[in-house]
């Protein structure tokens, strides 16, 4: 199919706004049962070949919960072989939320993971799932767009991830910002403010510079790809950038914005956006001074005797 097909912002906000909350709910359940990994990459969700997955979690039942956006339908399994199906159109936030409990019971999990959940840095934050009839808009059309844009970002990222040999995160679907993301990070640490909160801090105990896509919010309505260095080093918003990207201030600090338009436009979308992170890599780490040569990689290889020119040597099978 078409690369990076169209996905305007205001053609499923309303649908938008309802799949954010079902992932929200069944994000919450992850947080709750995951064992704890470094700057909370136990919590996002990643990409299969039908949807999302929380990939299995939990001691006592281990189970998984997937979003099929083929047939738009979660998929609660137990490790024992217990299945629930729940369907995704027709429902509200609450409806989903109730059925939600219903299938984690039904698998022997805890209901009482969820039973009193809110929604996460959105408006209705102050309104428990379960009293939120007011989201229950899904178009399916619109659902299976967005998780195949997200197929295809994801394959970008990952790898441009193949890109730098230090630690970098998996490319992560996060459920509490909608995005999709991988991040470097420098083996620097961070002295965060003890006011901040304890997922800033944990999420940015190390010098980070982040990749990723997001698809339009209300202060922002369009999706676009993005990156930002943490924390932001003096002057990175001075570094230049491919003519179609810029720099946007937001929320004291700055990011570097590709639109989707823009990269729909361009004759080759893959390299356009691939020269975008690129150069959002190089402003941010140059401005912070990381080692860019040490961590330099490509296509993932880190072995010397399989370095560029060598390429006849690489096992194949």
């Not at 901040?196 to 510079?209: G, L």
């Not at 004759?267 to 080692?291: I, K, M, N, T």
């Amino acid at each position: 199919m078409e690369l990076f097909p169209p996905v305007p912002y205001t053609s499923w906000v309303d649908t938008l706004a309802t799949l954010h909350r079902f992932v929200q709910v069944v994000g919450k359940v992850r947080l709750a049962v995951s064992p704890r990994r470094n700057h909370w990459w136990n919590v996002p969700f990643h990409l299969t070949g039908r949807g999302i997955t929380t990939r299995p979690m939990g001691l006592d039942p281990t189970f998984a919960v997937d979003f099929d956006f083929l047939e738009h339908r979660l998929v609660v399994t137990a490790l024992d072989g217990r299945t629930v199906s729940v369907e995704l159109p027709g429902k509200s936030v609450a409806d989903f939320h109730s059925e939600v409990l219903r299938a984690l019971e039904t698998v022997g999990a805890d209901p009482a993971l969820l039973e009193r959940a809110h929604p996460f840095d959105l408006p209705d934050a102050h309104r428990p799932f379960a009293e939120d009839t007011e989201h229950a808009s899904y178009d399916p059309d619109a659902v299976t767009r967005y998780w195949q844009v997200l197929s295809q970002v994801n394959l970008v990222l990952e790898e441009f991830a193949g890109r730098y040999s230090g630690k970098t995160s998996p490319v992560h679907h996060f459920w509490h910002t909608f995005d999709i993301a991988m991040t470097r990070f420098a083996d620097t640490e961070v002295d965060q403010p003890a006011t901040h909160d304890p997922v800033t801090r944990e999420a940015y105990s190390r010098e980070v510079i982040s990749f990723g896509f997001w698809f339009g919010d209300p202060s922002f309505p369009e999706p676009a790809f993005y990156s930002y260095t943490a924390p932001e080093p003096d002057a990175v918003a001075e570094q230049s950038l491919p003519p179609a990207a810029r720099w946007l201030e937001r929320s004291g600090s700055h990011l570097a914005v590709l639109s989707y338009d823009a990269v729909r436009a361009a004759p080759d979308r893959h390299a356009e956006v691939l020269e975008f992170y690129e150069a959002a890599y190089q402003a941010g780490a140059s401005r912070a001074g990381w080692d860019i040569a040490r961590y330099a990689c490509i296509d993932g290889v880190t072995d010397p005797q399989l370095r560029p020119g060598l390429s006849d040597a690489v096992p194949r099978t």
